[in-house]
């Protein structure tokens, strides 16, 4: 396992971070695996993963809720007695804050659930731009002070999905730690993008890396057109080990997070990860991602990153998985099969065509998706 500072906090944090959000699960997504995710956890601080990144509503009914992620990481650590052996991220979660109380009342609520007196990393979850100035007026920057003051948390961080020139201005705004944002080969120019990352990293802030798969988009299902690509060069990788090598080479990046909720993603991911040092990638690869990103570019239906913000939908839409089907179909180029697995995998209820276009997904989603427009697209070409 490499390992690379934090930003200016000089903390060794290894590259591959260990995200908590997609957990192995049993059946429902608020039913943790404990025992997978255990071995799982296990495995990945033997071989060096020293970075655990979790929130409030991970593994919960919905993101009004707590979930079971931190919950279930109290556990394991206090159990195994391996919480010193790593950093802990959690995150507060700003859209459920209402009043000044609240923010003491979640920290308090989550050191008990994650069974520690301290935690390492503490962010304010997904920031957006019009909730910053109700955040300012709440005092949470005063907050995040006081909790470092008293040793309740160690380092202050924000994670985003907002664009390049409110994630400057919240950068400015504080002395921050670290920041955590959504970034792959085919989001440089979306979102925080390319120029915020090197806008936050040059003032100091460690940089952590969501969703370098784009929600699983860039290792499954590989149109044929990328996948010559892969073939044709001489290096014998597997499209996510591509994905991982390419923000590692970016010196700014000290952490990649990944889902990983199986042990083969684990270990190929833990096999990447020891040997991706920054700036080592030759002219040679540089080329060959170039000519992914432009055919990916040309596919891709709906930028989704499947992060479940939308969730759950009043209609009962499984909205992530819908556009899953449709990007898959699309990049494919190939409807028939999809449409049957769209079919098999979706209970009614769940498909697009049940949408009543009440809007509520796009007010709170993270990529600015005309969801009920991509909804009715779904819905056209998959038949309902």
Not at 108 to 130: G, N, V
Not at 150 to 166: A, L, N, P, Q, V
Not at 172 to 183: G, K, L, R, V
Not at 198 to 204: I, Q, S
Request: net charge negative.
């Amino acid at each position: 396992m490499l390992y690379r500072e934090m930003g200016r906090t000089g903390e060794k944090v290894s590259i591959l971070g260990f995200g908590c959000m997609r957990l192995p699960i049993m059946g429902r997504y608020d039913q943790i695996d404990v025992e997978k995710a255990s071995s799982l956890l296990d495995n990945a601080l033997d071989q060096g993963i020293n970075y655990l990144d979790t929130a409030y509503p991970y593994h919960g009914i919905s993101t009004s809720h707590g979930g079971n992620s931190e919950i279930f990481l109290g556990e394991y650590l206090t159990e195994s007695s391996r919480r010193d052996e790593i950093y802990l991220a959690t995150k507060l979660p700003t859209w459920l804050l209402e009043d000044e109380g609240d923010m003491e009342n979640f920290l308090k609520e989550q050191l008990k659930r994650l069974q520690t007196d301290y935690i390492d990393f503490y962010l304010l979850h997904s920031l957006k731009e019009k909730q910053w100035f109700h955040l300012e007026d709440l005092g949470v920057l005063e907050f995040l002070d006081q909790a470092v003051a008293d040793g309740r948390i160690k380092y202050t961080g924000f994670s985003s999905h907002d664009e390049t020139d409110f994630i400057k201005e919240v950068v400015d705004s504080y002395n921050w730690d670290m920041c955590q944002i959504q970034y792959n080969y085919l989001d440089e120019n979306i979102q925080v993008g390319k120029e915020g990352l090197h806008y936050a990293a040059d003032k100091g802030l460690g940089m952590v890396i969501m969703e370098p798969l784009k929600g699983g988009v860039l290792a499954n299902n590989v149109p044929p057109e990328v996948q010559e690509v892969w073939d044709e060069s001489q290096f014998e990788r597997k499209p996510a080990e591509w994905a991982l090598r390419y923000l590692w080479n970016i010196p700014e990046i000290s952490v990649v997070l990944s889902g990983m909720n199986t042990m083969e993603q684990l270990q190929e991911n833990l096999n990447t990860a020891e040997d991706s040092l920054p700036n080592s990638m030759t002219p040679e690869e540089d080329k060959i991602m170039e000519e992914v990103k432009k055919i990916y570019h040309g596919k891709i239906a709906v930028e989704c990153s499947a992060c479940g913000y939308c969730m759950p939908c009043p209609s009962g839409i499984n909205i992530p998985l819908c556009f899953s089907y449709l990007n898959q179909a699309e990049m494919l180029e190939e409807y028939s099969e999809v449409r049957n697995q769209y079919y098999f995998m979706l209970k009614e209820t769940e498909m697009a065509g049940n949408c009543l276009e009440c809007g509520l997904c796009e007010e709170i989603c993270s990529q600015h998706i005309p969801i009920r427009e991509k909804l009715k697209e779904v819905a056209r070409k998959m038949g309902n």
